[in-house]
């Protein structure tokens, strides 16, 4: 049985201005892929890596469906799918949100429609989750996610030299519909719900947080996947949960606000990250 991941780190955007862009994003990515073939047996033909301009939202999905189509085939027990970009929201179309927003992901092409992130240029929370729901039983699946969910922690990340928050506001003032005191939904909320396969999700902040794109030890990361990768790195047999600690305590050494999530089965919180 193959194993299947896709690792997406975006810095630069198409439509954005130079402020707005990232820096250790693509370096999340690369290093989340080295850390699969070195640690947990995938081939370098098993990973793909989109960087920047190859991770436009068709290129993202396209690759994703492919993953998918191998599980649903019974082609892969094992799928990765690392995202470290901007986060942002989007005018919720379903109904499905109190606060009338939808949680989404920043892609290279991300490009605003009137006042609002176009549609077309961004992933929602509710199109992963249609998506997973895919996932048929039997086939692991992790996701990692080092992006922010709320844009309520920026301003004393602002403050910080070496670091920027990984969030974008609506392209509008006006588009904000929501209180920042609201806790909004976001995609952990959704993999616990419904009756299918779930994928184990590990994201880098709660849902009113910032993650950090941060200068450290010289080199620019996301600071959740930075020390995501040092945990499995030092001891890959550590089960999620103790992962989850050791990230938190890197965090909090480093001054980081942030608090990184977990969700998944007691069972798969006990087991080893990949297993």
Known sequence: MSKAALC???NKFKFLPQSSWLQGCVNDAEDLAALLEAKYGFAGGDITVLRDAKATKKAVMAELNKIMDLAVAGKTEHVVFTFSSHGTQVPDTSGDEADRLDEAFACYDINNTGDAWDPATVISDDELFTLFSRLPDGVLMDVVLDTCHSGTGLKSL?????????FLPAPTARAVIASENNDTR????????????KPVLMAACRSDQTAA??????RYNGA?????????????????????KLVSKGLKAGGFDQVAQLEGTTA????AWGS
């Open 8 to 10: 997406v780190g975006i």
């Open 158 to 166: 602002d403050l910080l030299p070496g670091r920027r928050p990984r």
């Open 186 to 197: 976001v995609l952990r909320d959704l993999v616990k719900s419904g009756k299918t396969a």
């Open 213 to 218: 794109d941060a200068l450290i030890e010289g």
């Open 224 to 244: 959740f996947t930075y020390h995501f990768v040092k945990s499995l790195q030092s001891d890959g047999t550590v089960g999620r949960a103790d992962v989850l």
């Open 268 to 271: 798969a919180r006990k087991a």
